[in-house]
């Protein structure tokens, strides 16, 4: 029996972004500023190519450029036609929940109606002290915070009153939204507690998993859906994030994005960096899906089934890889990989009409 949580063609197969520096031909840094426009083209390319959605991550530290993602996404809305623009996540605890608020709407409204957002704590705390922030305050300002952007979100006017920031009586944001609706997903790095949270403003989770075993995570997948039924709340998604790269054979894509990846994580404090081993083994049995186009799709396909996703979201841009080399990676995941996943998730369930975009 299919695990599946929708009709293949309603699966929504996404990428995501952190506007990482990347190099040139030469191997040199390019600028920030082309960083940003290059992020453009590439989510201009994502929607041509039938990408579902296009996420841009939230950072406050040096080699990334995607600390405005709201702006960088609206430059794409005005360009694109069908691509549903989100973010991966919005550091919510270090924003002001009506400011995020007016921004998504002012998106939705640039892209007629296809905004969306991801909302978590964040797993770096470089926000924290950027915006006078205590980091004692971490879970309660999320809390907070999460709690005063549903009701902007479902209860306008808003009457609300918190620690953090000031009251607000009878208070309409604008502009409104165009359907009433703005999507809204929680990131999830691993916590019971965020995925119980979730559950209780009855929203779907989407889990960052980018080492391990993707399967290890069924049980909170299971604590997801336990907790809405218990908090009286309808079934909702699951999401999964997960690094990749996308080339015309399994060792091109290895030798390519691997160095990448490797310098990347090795300048990150948190953690060891890890070797060429760790990633070969990761892309045979974890969760880096890096490899051609039929390796990626299949093992995309694996975890769909396995953990009943409703989305897949690749991280496509790990690192300093070229443009170039991105480009190319979306243009397999939207031209080649997709097809191909929901090919082989179709023949699960039978045949099913097509999703009409």
């Keep these: ?108 409204a640039i892209s007629n109606g296809r905004a969306q957002i991801t909302l978590g704590r964040g797993s770096l705390t470089d926000s924290f002290p950027l915006f006078g922030l205590d980091l004692a305050d971490y879970e309660e300002l999320f809390d907070e915070k999460l709690d005063l952007f549903m009701k902007l979100v479902h209860d306008q006017p808003v009457t609300w009153s918190g620690k953090f920031r000031s009251p607000l009586n009878e208070q309409f944001v604008y502009p409104p939204l165009s359907t009433g609706h703005l999507p809204t997903w929680i990131g999830v790095g691993g916590s019971p507690q965020s995925v119980i949270r979730a559950a209780r403003y009855g929203l779907p989770v989407v889990f960052a998993i980018i080492g391990g075993d993707p399967m290890r995570y069924a049980s909170l997948i299971e604590l997801h859906k336990r907790a809405l039924e218990q908090f009286g709340q309808s079934p909702q998604p699951v999401g999964m994030h997960a690094h990749g790269f996308i080339a015309e054979t399994d060792q091109e894509a290895a030798d390519t994005q691997i160095p990448f990846s490797m310098k990347l994580w090795g300048s990150d404090d948190r953690r060891p960096a890890p070797s060429r081993a760790w990633f070969d083994n990761e892309i045979t049995a974890g969760a880096q899906f890096i490899g051609s186009a039929e390796t990626v799709a299949a093992k995309i396909a694996k975890y769909v089934r396995g953990l009943g996703l409703g989305r897949f979201q690749l991280v496509y841009s790990v690192g300093a890889t070229p443009h170039e080399k991105k480009m190319e990676t979306l243009e397999r995941y939207g031209r080649d990989v997709i097809p191909l996943v929901r090919e082989m998730l179709r023949a699960d369930v039978g045949a099913l009409p097509a999703r009409s975009n």
């Design 1 to 108: 029996m299919s695990n599946l949580w929708l009709n293949p063609d309603e699966i929504e197969f996404g990428v995501d972004t952190a506007l990482n520096v990347t190099v040139d031909e030469n191997g040199d840094d390019i600028p920030g500023d082309q960083v940003v426009r290059n992020t453009i083209e590439e989510g201009v390319l994502a929607d041509s190519v039938g990408i579902d959605t296009f996420n841009v991550a939230e950072h406050y530290r040096a080699g990334f450029m995607d600390s405005a993602g709201a702006v960088v996404l609206a430059a794409i809305g005005a360009r694109t036609e069908r691509i549903q623009l989100g973010t991966a996540v919005t550091v919510l605890s270090t924003q002001d929940p009506v400011r995020v608020f007016s921004q998504f709407s002012t998106v939705d």
